[in-house]
């Protein structure tokens, strides 16, 4: 059985650091693309990152709203994808979610439950 589990989700100060975990099990994942996403209260979910598995190349592109403040990276060997967030406000205060995508798949396979962020100003 497949699961996506996201943690380090919390609260932070504006201008403040957070790094989100998110660990994949019940199958390699080191060909597929893993993701993280975001909800906040009343909105769409919006893209994040995403980072695409080995065979693609291990790309990494951002949702314009983090691009230069947020950094995917990912441990295949893990099973393991990471979401470290600099710079943060207000705004990103949201639920994030990690998903994953196998190649042949147009849509994210797997979500996890999601873990909270919350930005005070």
């Known amino acids: 059985q497949v699961q996506v589990v996201e943690s380090g989700g919390g609260l932070v100060q504006a201008g403040g650091s957070l790094r989100l975990s998110c660990a994949a099990s019940?199958?390699?994942?080191?060909?597929?693309?893993m993701g993280w996403f975001r909800q906040a209260p009343g909105k769409e979910r919006e893209f994040v990152a995403r980072?695409?598995?080995?065979?693609?190349?291990?790309?990494?592109d951002y949702g314009d709203s983090v691009k230069g403040r947020f950094t995917i990276s990912r441990d295949n060997a893990k099973n393991t994808v990471d979401l470290q967030m600099n710079s943060l406000k207000p705004e990103d205060t949201a639920v994030y979610y990690c998903?994953?995508?196998?190649?042949?798949?147009?849509?994210?396979?797997?979500w996890g439950q999601g873990t909270q962020v919350t930005v005070s100003s």
């Open positions: 019940g199958r390699t994942f080191s060909g597929w693309s």
């Open positions: 980072m695409t598995g080995n065979w693609n190349g291990g790309i990494r």
């Open positions: 998903a994953a995508r196998s190649d042949t798949s147009m849509s994210w396979n797997y």
